[in-house]
């Protein structure tokens, strides 16, 4: 009995991080800039000191590939992801090799006509290494998500604002 217990795998759900912000902002400029790998070092904060290493195409269409290096959860550490859908004013990525066990982010766009407005919604599943002991920095990481987004947010209105 004990070494059935043993054996089984623990099953551990993935956490769910939720951002949205609306930008006055024409959809297709908010798609354009959002859909190329470029605006990963726009949006992304200075102190993560993050690099574009490389891309299978800047545009991001389903398939693509990118490495991106930056501190990200205490160390600099390499990140591989892949485009496994796309489709107007939505796409996935999940990631392939990093500093999570899991993750899988989609971004999704809407445009509010009597707003003239774009709602920009990030929904990331993800789950950290280290199985029991990675789930007690959830809230951590949780906590840094929230600041690379909120981030983000004000970069994105900042580069975008302008862009009636």
């Known amino acids: 009995m ?47 000191d993050l690099n574009v290493l490389d891309y299978t195409s800047r545009k991001f269409t389903q ?3 990118f490495r991106i290096e930056g501190k990200i959860l205490f160390q ?9 859908s796309i489709r107007p004013y939505e796409y996935v990525d999940i990631m392939l090799s990093g500093p999570f066990k899991r993750w899988r982010h989609v971004h999704t766009y809407y445009y509010d006509i009597e707003q003239n407005q774009t709602e920009v919604v990030d929904e990331v599943e993800f789950e950290l290494p280290y199985g ?3 789930k007690m920095f959830e809230v951590f990481a949780s906590y840094r998500l929230r600041k690379i987004f ?15």
């Open 150 to 164: 909120d981030h983000r947010r004000r970069m994105t209105i900042e580069e975008l604002a302008n862009g009636m």
């Open 63 to 65: 398939g693509t590939e």
């Open 132 to 134: 029991l002991v990675g």
């Open 2 to 48: 004990l070494k059935r217990v043993l054996n089984k795998r623990i099953s551990i759900e993935l956490k769910l991080f939720r951002s949205s912000f609306r930008i006055s902002c024409a959809l297709e400029r908010v798609w354009e800039f959002y859909t190329d790998v470029n605006h990963l070092k726009i949006v992304t904060p200075k102190e993560l």
């Open 76 to 84: 600099k550490r390499e990140w591989h992801s892949v485009i496994t």
